[in-house]
């Protein structure tokens, strides 16, 4: 298996597998191939939605561009030996649209992730800022989960992620730590997890990736390497 990010997974997932004790068996054939019992289940979430909608500037919606990663991201990963789910696979949100809180969708997603029981999720995003002098890609991990066995696979992830989409041709801006709501309640479910901020709507450098589908299809297919 080629895809680094389908191998990571399916790594993470015989980790945290071994440490509960549970009776799934796995075997190495060479580095790169793993076989396992049971298929890794990912879940993509792109970031925001019509009624909770992102930043937006340089002619650029966050909610779009996200949706629009995570669906090349799909694609990609559907080429491996995993499952993969969707938080969201249209503008609308689909747990509660205006009548919820943001905080409230955001739970539901890190939800769903769990009762598909997740091995990975990872959250799309853009990001702002004042200066268009900013730029890169930074990918975002659980604080309060940082030093447990489940941060250290969240971590792993995102190192792995970031390194791709540094390939790609995104600035560096490291791997950070918050307790965003997303990361912090897939955690909390034993689920590793990342938020990938992808680079600035306000930067020329990085927009350009965000305007073109092509510049999407790239961004989507780093984060499935």
Not at 186 to 191: Q, Y
Not at 217 to 225: I, M, S, Y
Request: aromatic residues 6%; proline residues 1%.
């Amino acid at each position: 298996m080629n895809n680094y990010l389908a191998r990571i997974l399916v790594i993470l997932l015989a980790t945290t597998m071994i440490a509960s004790s549970a009776a799934v068996v796995y075997g190495l054939d060479d580095i790169g191939t793993v076989h396992a019992a049971e298929r890794p289940v990912i879940v993509l979430d792109p970031g925001h939605d019509s009624t909770h909608t992102g930043a937006a500037a340089n002619g650029i919606n966050e909610e779009t561009v996200t949706l629009a990663i995570a669906l090349a991201c799909k694609s990609e990963l559907e080429k491996y030996s995993c499952d993969v789910y969707m938080t969201r696979d249209g503008a609308a949100c689909v747990n509660g649209g205006g009548s919820v809180r943001a905080v409230t969708c955001n739970t539901a997603r890190a939800a769903l992730a769990a009762s598909k029981g997740a091995s990975v999720y990872v959250s799309f995003h853009l990001n702002s800022a004042a200066s268009s002098a900013a730029n890169g890609a930074e990918v975002w991990c659980s604080t309060a989960y940082e030093d447990s066995a489940t941060g250290a696979s969240s971590k792993s992830l995102a190192s792995k992620i970031l390194g791709q989409l540094v390939k790609a041709g995104m600035g560096n801006r490291g791997i950070k730590y918050a307790n965003h709501t997303v990361t912090l309640n897939t955690n909390a479910s034993g689920i590793p997890s990342c938020l990938i901020e992808h680079g600035f709507i306000q930067n020329a450098h990085d927009a350009a990736f965000f305007k073109s589908a092509e510049g999407q299809a790239t961004l989507g297919a780093a984060d499935a390497k």
